[in-house]
């Protein structure tokens, strides 16, 4: 038998053929014998259906499993996992690593409540200066290859603490497109506390991608994400919101934390998309978070309320107004591409990586300040063997991901969730992370087999339209 696996979700009962990467919606025969062969032979499974189904229809649907390779005269060949050494395509610019927040959750903070100017992520406190920001897109730009278009990322702390930097490396790249040719993508994660007109108006006129970080409604929110002084950050962050969707930018996308006990994700869904937010990345906070770790109960209501918004989806895509579920959609959008394997879950020290203000490089912004996942420095240039486990432990790599039915589409979790829960890159966090990655793959299989054809280009054109380019993979 191939390998491949059996769910119902949204009422429809679906299984995936592991290998080729594609999914069927099936009948309850079907589903049964699928669920059978699991644990029994060919034989014994027949036996057992046919005090419920008829011999010919059995049959029937054994011949359809030849048909459509679940039974094969000889195994499915090996895939090549991809782990060619690609060019750089994303830098994260850390401008500062100041923050004017004090959010609960906070890794910078490794886990401490108390986060003193973020000098607790284990790199210096403080902004970055010119020349290491300067170094650091000449870096980016001298590795990119033959890539026509790269990324920056500014990053923080909260990175409009050091507007004056994000203006001068705007122009310095805008120019450098000029005189090259090759063309720079910029984007900004703001807590969006310090976003009034003169924000609004350098974003608009640069070109530059926003994503808000808001958690959802004020009392969430609030709680999550405070000034240094305990009081809500929310209605200034909306204020910010507003300000944007007036100035006529059309797509604005959120960045949440979900926190242990406050894990309302169908509510926050809702109210982001009622706010005018378009995008939401939802992410939850996982070890080095401290005592705002999601726990293995959290994760169980979590995906009781994906459930929820993956109905919701379903329901409203045709008419909209849509938010595009990052969880679900790149999913949505993964599943739907036949035979396509992704062999790593994210771009982090492979195409993209971090630059903190001490001109250190590490594989993404998670990373900042664990020196033990320093990959060089702009005086040194790259390790290659400190970079290597991020290009080699792909999913068939890992012991337990190349195990796991759901390898292909999610291509092995986030790198820091790894790390914070066990120590090491090569073991996923799976009683947290992976159980949420694993149902959000079924329930965007089961919204591809609830959409009808020309649903699931409005699907394609949500993902392509509204994500920041650093978010896809
Ligand atoms: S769900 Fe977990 S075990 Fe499965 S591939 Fe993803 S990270 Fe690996
Ligand atoms: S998924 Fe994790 S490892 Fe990858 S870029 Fe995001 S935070 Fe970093």
């Known amino acids: 038998m191939a390998e491949y696996h059996c769910f119902q979700a949204l009422g429809l009962r679906i299984v995936l053929h592991v290998d080729r990467c594609l999914f069927y919606e099936v009948n309850n025969l079907t589903f049964d014998l699928l669920c059978t062969l699991q644990n029994r032979s060919m034989e014994d499974a027949v036996l057992s259906l046919l005090r419920r189904y008829h011999k010919q229809d059995i ?33 994260e610019l850390c401008v500062t690593h100041g923050c004017n927040l004090a959010c609960r959750y906070c890794y910078g903070a490794h886990g401490h409540s108390e986060c003193e100017s973020c000098v607790l992520y284990g790199a210096q406190a403080g902004p970055m200066a010119r020349e290491t920001a300067m170094r650091g897109v000449n870096f980016l730009y001298a590795n990119s290859g033959r890539l026509k278009t790269i990324n920056v990322v500014f990053f923080g702390g909260e990175p ?101 006990g406050n894990a309302d994700t169908m509510r926050t869904f809702l109210h982001l998309l009622e706010m005018g937010f378009t ?81 250190d490089f590490y594989p993404c912004h998670r990373f900042l300040g664990m020196k033990e996942y320093r990959i060089g420095s702009l005086d040194a240039g790259i390790d290659d063997s400190k970079r290597e486990p991020f290009r080699m432990l792909h999913v068939d790599a890992r012991p337990v991901c190349r195990d796991c039915w759901a390898r292909y589409f999610c291509g092995g979790g986030c790198w820091s969730h790894a790390a914070g829960a066990n120590g090491t890159l090569e073991t996923p966090d799976e009683e947290v992370s992976c159980r949420l990655i694993r149902r959000q793959i079924e329930l965007a299989m089961a919204i591809n087999a609830s959409l009808r054809v020309s649903d699931r280009a409005i699907v394609q054109g949500i993902y392509e339209s509204e994500t920041l380019p650093y978010l896809k993979e």
């Not at 994906?306 to 993964?334: D, Q, T």
């Not at 790593?344 to 001490?358: K, P, Q, T």
């Open 59 to 91: 049959d029937h649907a054994v011949d359809n499993l030849w048909r459509e390779d679940f039974l094969s005269e000889t195994p499915w060949p090996q895939p090549q996992p991809e782990t060619v050494k690609r060019p750089l395509s994303t830098l």
């Open 160 to 260: 409009f603490l050091n507007f004056e930097l994000m203006k001068e490396v705007t122009a310095y790249c805008r120019e450098k497109e000029r005189q090259n040719g090759k063309s720079f993508d910029l984007s900004v994660v703001t807590n969006g506390t310090l976003f009034g007109e003169e924000q609004v108006r350098f974003v608009n006129e640069n070109r530059i991608g926003v994503q808000i970080s808001i958690d959802g409604p004020p009392d969430i929110h609030d709680a999550n994400r405070p000034y240094r002084d305990g009081s809500g950050s929310y209605s200034t962050v909306a204020s910010a919101l507003a300000l944007l969707r007036k100035s006529g930018r059309r797509h604005v996308p959120a960045r949440t934390s979900v926190a242990s």
């Open 279 to 359: 995008s939401v990345h939802i992410e939850p906070c996982l070890a080095q978070s401290g005592n705002a770790a999601m726990t293995s109960a959290d994760i169980d209501h979590l995906i009781a309320q994906e459930e929820e918004i993956a109905g919701h989806f379903v329901k409203h895509i045709r008419a909209g107004p849509y938010l595009n579920y990052h969880g679900l959609v790149r999913h949505v959008r993964g599943t739907r591409v036949v035979h396509q394997r992704r062999f790593h879950y994210c771009g982090a020290g492979r195409g993209l990586i971090c630059l903190s203000n001490e001109g």
